[in-house]
């Protein structure tokens, strides 16, 4: 069973950095969320635990970003 999160407007902004600088575009906050709900469990648990401006999240983010 997988657990609705509900980003917010940090999260999203923390992530657009990500998105806009692997895949050079503007994502809407629906794409982000769209990107977020994607995500392997334990990247959004990083990011639950320790926040999405976190260095490790972010890195991982762009990795996944980059292979999907």
Known sequence: MK????LEREDFDAMHDVIFGV??????DEQIQQIWDSLPEDIQRHAITYGSNDTVFRDNLYDW???N
Do not use: G, S
Request: aromatic content about 8%; glycine content about 0%.
């Open 3 to 6: 657990v609705i999160i509900e």
């Open 23 to 28: 895949k050079d575009y503007q994502p809407t």
């Open 65 to 67: 970003l980059e292979d």
